[in-house]
């Protein structure tokens, strides 16, 4: 039988001391480049910081989770016949989901090109 899967733990990031925050670097990050990935999101942070005058970690959160979504549909067989059946999302496919779509639109938006 097979072992079952051990989570990787990621450590919260050095700045705001976050692990979502940390989560969003590895995402941004391309070719190993953390540093990199570290001033695109530090800099936008201060971006945030600059135009809001709010704390940006607290409207990072809000943007994860208006772009988080509630459900989804997911195929089930049933005699025979395939449904799209519609369930509630888990918390970690929640934030994997909102930062794949955020860092996609950010792309398509020629923000984060290199």
Known sequence: MRRAYKKHKVAPDG???????AQFI???M?????TLAQKIV???????KEKTKKEPLEIFKL??????????VK???????TYQVPMEVR?????????KW?????????????
């Open 63 to 72: 943007a994860i989770e208006n772009a988080s979504p509630l459900l989804e």
């Open 42 to 48: 530090y800099g936008a942070f201060e971006i945030i």
């Open 91 to 99: 918390g970690e496919r929640k934030l994997a989901l909102a930062t």
């Open 26 to 28: 590895n995402k941004v």
């Open 102 to 114: 955020i860092l996609d639109a950010a792309r398509k938006s020629q923000w984060l090109k290199n």
């Open 75 to 81: 195929p089930k067989r049933i005699g025979g016949a």
């Open 30 to 34: 391309k070719g190993g480049k953390k």
């Open 15 to 21: 700045t705001y001391n976050d692990v979502v925050v």
